[in-house]
């Protein structure tokens, strides 16, 4: 995927973005999976996108068959969990305004692609918020 948003959720009528992705990600709702119950994360690509998808069941079949499949299910777990990880710490550490840096650090190139809203709830700000900063840094 590439240039899109990810991963959201939608609480009380508003929508929040949880990440974007880029090109060769692997998107998953883990816990959801593992849990067996619908995950209540959706994706939505914001740029033209080519998808390969798998059922839980039949990519934990592959495990059995082959180590390299398991190894690999391992591989994507961890990055996925390095990635939450560094989110949860950015949250808890920065201000939206060097939140909004390392933004701009990791996904740039979609600072103009797609609607500001978006950034803005990635950052976990408002809008207007969101345009103060921008013009601070200009």
């Given at each position: 995927m590439s240039g899109e948003r990810c991963g959201g959720i939608s609480f009380r009528g508003d929508e929040y973005n949880k990440s974007f992705c880029s090109a060769h990600d692997f998107i998953a709702s883990y816990g959801s999976l593992l849990a067996g119950v619908p995950s209540r994360i959706s994706i939505q690509a914001l740029a033209d996108s080519l998808l390969l998808t798998i059922r839980y069941s039949d990519f934990r079949s592959l495990y059995d068959r082959q180590l390299c499949w398991?190894?690999?299910?391992?591989?994507?777990?961890?990055?996925?969990?390095?990635?939450?990880?560094?989110?949860?710490?950015?949250?808890?550490?920065?201000?939206?305004e060097a939140r909004y840096l390392k933004f701009l650090e990791r996904y740039g190139h979609l600072e103009t692609a797609i609607p500001q809203y978006h950034i803005a709830s990635y950052l976990g700000i408002t809008p207007v918020a969101l345009s103060r900063i921008r013009k601070k840094l200009i």
């Open positions: 398991e190894r690999l299910g391992r591989l994507l777990i961890e990055r996925l969990y390095v990635k939450k990880e560094l989110r949860e710490r950015e949250f808890l550490a920065l201000s939206a």
